[in-house]
């Protein structure tokens, strides 16, 4: 209500809430509710594939034996790995540790580089044998009818996982800027909890990437 002046009271940021706990539950509800909407994205992809493999399961089972499954393994064990630095990174800022947390996220940041490093070259050797997408596709040692779906379906699914990491590489080197210069520490450490939240996402779903397109 204004004062009595007409003017209007100064209420302090999200006051709203009521103290930190309740800001900081509201925050993580937000990003629960951001990561239910991306699950809903990346569901209905993998019902593309359920469905396509159900319609052709002969080239499903064949089309793996053509793509790269040492790349795609290492790509697994890179961003497994980063998850888990991660996941240190906040517990190292949560207890205060904001150098070591920081120096944890950079890490971080190194991994999810060398994925995207990788995916980039399984991109290239692709592009080089003709395994592209749609009407673009020329790959001759795999040329069955349908084979262009599957590489269709590969390309779209881990081209959309590939932004995914990309925007979560440029939130850990936020995350990682912030925390050097200490606004984020003991006291104060819900978006680095977030942003790893964002990240084990990211992780999770290349695992049902990986074995459904490198393994099956």
């Not at 002046?5 to 900081?24: C, I, L, M, N, Q």
């Not at 790349?71 to 890179?78: C, D, M, P, S």
């Not at 006291?187 to 695992?207: E, K, N, Q, S």
């Amino acid at each position: 209500m204004p004062l009595e002046d007409g003017t209007r009271p100064v209420v302090p940021r999200a006051f709203h809430f009521g103290d930190e706990s309740s800001r900081e539950d509201a925050a993580h509800l937000g990003m629960w509710i951001f990561i239910a909407t991306e699950v809903l994205l990346f569901a209905v992809l993998f019902t593309a594939y359920a469905l396509y493999r159900l319609t052709y399961p002969d080239l499903f089972q064949r089309a793996p034996a053509h793509m790269d499954v040492f790349l795609g393994t290492l790509n697994t064990f890179v961003l497994v790995t980063s998850s888990i630095v991660v996941a240190l990174a906040v517990d190292s800022v949560r207890k205060g540790r904001d150098f070591a947390g920081a120096a944890l996220l950079a890490l971080a940041v190194l991994l999810g580089i060398a994925f995207l490093s990788i995916k980039a070259a399984e991109y290239a050797k692709h592009v080089r044998d003709g395994a592209l997408p749609g009407a673009w596709y020329a790959y001759e040692a795999f040329a069955v009818p349908g084979a262009n779906l599957y590489f269709t379906l590969y390309w779209v699914m881990t081209g959309v996982h590939a932004v995914h990491v990309l925007v979560g590489v440029s939130v850990l080197v936020t995350l990682m800027l912030r925390t050097l210069t200490g606004e984020f520490g003991a006291r104060f450490h819900t978006p680095v909890a977030l942003g790893g939240m964002y990240w084990h996402l990211v992780d999770v779903i290349w695992l049902f990437l990986w074995p459904l397109l490198y393994l099956t």
